[in-house]
């Protein structure tokens, strides 16, 4: 073997050698804190979770009234664990902003949609989507006739559960009957007014993704 042969051994040698051993090792310049995420459905259990597209009905339109998607992405219906209250809440694909954030009261009536069996329309006193409190007429819709009689099924069913078991529908039983008879003076308008401004004051009106 020829002297420029053995050099160009060795030369491969050392450069095979050089880049098995160099492994760089860079270090971040800032060390970032980790993120907790609170959704605040951390005290509430899921009774049922499916897709879904939302509307709102715009009133306040500059032509006519007409009804105007809030999004399309997973809704989820909550049952909290200490205070007994269900709430609907829902986030939009991608960037999870919320949609959908209220409570189901006794006095809110689920229809059916015109024209469709996979849809319902019902009003809510009040939604904290847009982080204030807001009386909206919404319409939701389900990939199917199974998904829409579910969402039906539960919606009652968290109805029913609120009333039994929720302290702002069941207070202790009057023995001074002045103060039934008061009670029945009071127009449907005002209770519901009163419950609003009660429901208001849960956790519901926070954010609902806030980092710590």
């Not at 993120?35 to 597209?53: D, F, P, S």
């Not at 204030?132 to 559960?161: H, P, T, W, Y």
């Amino acid at each position: 073997m020829s002297e420029a042969d053995e050099a160009g051994d060795r030369n491969r040698t050392v450069s095979e050698s050089s880049e098995t051993e160099f492994d760089p090792h860079f270090s971040p310049i800032i060390s970032l804190p980790e993120i907790t995420l609170v959704t605040n459905e951390e005290e509430e259990e899921v009774m049922l979770k499916l897709r879904a597209k939302l509307y709102r009905f715009d009133t306040k339109s500059d032509v006519t009234p007409e009804w105007k998607e809030r999004g399309t992405g997973e809704m989820k219906m909550l049952k909290h664990k200490e205070n007994n209250t269900v709430r609907i809440v829902m986030r939009r694909d991608k960037t999870l902003k919320v949609c959908a954030n209220h409570f189901i009261t006794p006095f809110m009536d689920l229809k059916p949609s015109i024209g469709s069996n996979k849809a319902f329309v019902y009003t809510v006193t009040g939604d904290f989507a847009d982080e204030e409190i807001k009386s909206e007429c919404l319409a939701i819709r389900f990939g199917s006739v199974d998904f829409a009689n579910q969402f039906k099924e539960k919606f009652e069913e968290g109805k029913k559960f609120v009333v039994e078991n929720c302290k702002l529908y069941t207070s202790p039983e009057e023995d001074d009957d002045s103060e039934s008879d008061a009670e029945e003076d009071v127009t449907p308008e005002c209770k519901t007014s009163d419950l609003t401004k009660k429901l208001s004051e849960l956790d519901v009106s926070k954010n609902e993704t806030e980092e710590k």
